[in-house]
């Protein structure tokens, strides 16, 4: 399929192939979604594989995040830094809808995506990191501890939320459970949950090059993902622990 019709085709098929937005920030859900849309029609016109738009998110989301740790902070730069991580976050929600349109993903596709996020998530707050330390004129050492932070938050924030959900389907091929009914998501909860978007995150660096505006609204960011992850930590724990009653509710009426 190629020209006009073909993509105009693909974005029709792609809009009753997206996947829940429940749970969602605002950018990733209003904006990135969209965008991600677009390139995924594109991408399905001209004959890409899912992996290859894979390859071409990251090439994307590393090269702002080398220009981040590289390059002495100025304006220029974090518009810049913020275009490249911008195409690398909506070529990375474009893979799995051109997935999707193409019929469903592979295993393997979704190993390569995961691993490219788990990679991004950690190499763009150390990038911070290696900036402050070698371009920042910093009141005080201990600033260099919120990237830090921000590295281990955002690992382990990825690590529970993916962890969370294989257990989930695991429980559910063992004991033949029906997934959940996707809930109506929230415009509420998307605009509460936004400092956790990575989206955001993205977009703050067009800031990158005024310090006293991007280091303290770097550091509300951290603060906003931190207490998301104490709070949700509980609340995902609570959800795989019901996993665990179940099955013993259920030897529990056999006996009786």
């Not at 995040?65 to 990375?92: E, H, K, N, S, T």
């Not at 990038?127 to 932070?149: I, K, N, T």
């Not at 603060?223 to 030897?251: C, H, I, M, Q, T």
Request: proline share 5%.
């Amino acid at each position: 399929m190629s020209g006009p019709a073909g993509f105009r085709d693909a974005l029709a098929r792609l809009a009753s192939a997206q996947k829940t937005a429940k749970g969602a920030p605002a950018y990733s859900r209003f904006v990135n979604r969209k965008l991600g849309r677009l390139l995924a029609a594109v991408a399905y016109v001209i004959g890409l594989t899912p992996n290859q738009v894979t390859a071409i998110s990251a090439a994307f989301t590393f090269t702002g995040i080398a220009l981040i740790a590289l390059v002495d902070p100025a304006p220029w730069l974090g518009a810049a830094v913020c275009l490249a991580l911008v195409a690398g976050y909506a070529f990375d929600a474009a893979d799995g809808q051109l997935a999707r349109l193409r019929g469903g993903g592979s295993k393997s596709g979704e190993y390569l995506d995961h691993m490219v996020d788990s990679a991004k998530i950690s190499a763009l707050h150390l990038a911070v990191l290696v900036s402050w330390y070698r371009f920042a004129d910093l009141e005080r050492a201990a600033y260099l501890l919120v990237p830090v932070g921000f590295t281990v938050v955002a690992a382990v924030m990825f690590f529970g939320m993916i962890l969370k959900d294989l257990l989930a389907r695991a429980h559910r091929a063992a004991t033949g459970e029906p997934a959940p009914a996707a809930a109506a998501p929230s415009t509420l909860r998307s605009l509460l949950v936004i400092p956790t978007d990575y989206g955001l995150l993205c977009v703050a660096f067009l800031a990158f090059g005024f310090p006293a505006v991007f280091v303290p609204l770097y550091g509300l960011i951290f603060l906003g993902n931190l207490l998301f992850l104490l709070a949700a930590s509980v609340k995902w724990y609570r959800e795989v622990g019901a996993l665990d009653a179940a099955p013993a509710a259920r030897r529990q009426a056999v006996v009786r």
